[in-house]
């Protein structure tokens, strides 16, 4: 760094670091048909399957119109089933299928093959103190944890005809 030049204040540099990161990881999923929502639905759906729609839209705070968008491409790709669900009949049980199990898996590996990029500079303390601090601001900011806060600003997509 250029000692003539005053380090940036950590807000700053935790909104550029997560910009890049989220940049980062869009391309990387984009290689397997992936948006970063996508894969997100993916990972909440394989830790909790059969979860409702409507648990699903109140864990991401993403408005529930936009979530059947999100959720009818998921299913005609085959990577996840709506059933109907044994508890409400009025619900429908979320389950990822084979091929959404394997995206999942492919997921993960990118994922990691991301983290080790981003933080390659970083000793494994380093990168340990970081999350340690990094969790500390999170849970400060009552962030809902393994839920990425940019869900609540997805809306329905408009209609091409009106």
């Known amino acids: 760094m250029d000692p003539s030049k005053k ?16 940049s980062k990881f869009s391309e990387r999923i984009a290689v397997i048909g992936l948006t970063p929502p996508d894969a997100g639905i993916l990972r909440l759906l394989a830790a909790n399957q059969g979860m409702s729609q409507q648990d699903l839209s109140a ?11 999100i959720l009818d491409a998921l299913e005609n790709r085959g990577l996840l089933e709506r059933k109907p669900n044994a508890e409400d ?15 999942f898996t492919e997921i993960g590996r ?30 400060e900011q ?3 944890s393994d839920v990425h806060p940019g869900y609540r600003h997805l809306r329905p997509k408009q209609r091409a005809n009106g």
Not at 89 to 103: E, K, S
């Open 7 to 22: 380090p940036s204040g950590p807000a700053f540099l935790l909104a550029q670091v997560g910009a890049h990161a989220a």
């Open 59 to 69: 864990r991401l705070g993403i408005h529930p119109s936009r979530l059947v968008a």
């Open 89 to 103: 009949r009025r619900q429908y049980a979320l389950h990822l299928t084979a091929r959404g199990r394997d995206a």
């Open 110 to 139: 990118i994922a990691q093959q991301h983290q080790q990029a981003l933080c390659s500079s970083l000793t494994h303390d380093e990168r340990e103190k970081l999350t340690e601090l990094l969790q500390k601001i999170a849970d």
């Open 142 to 144: 009552d962030l809902t």
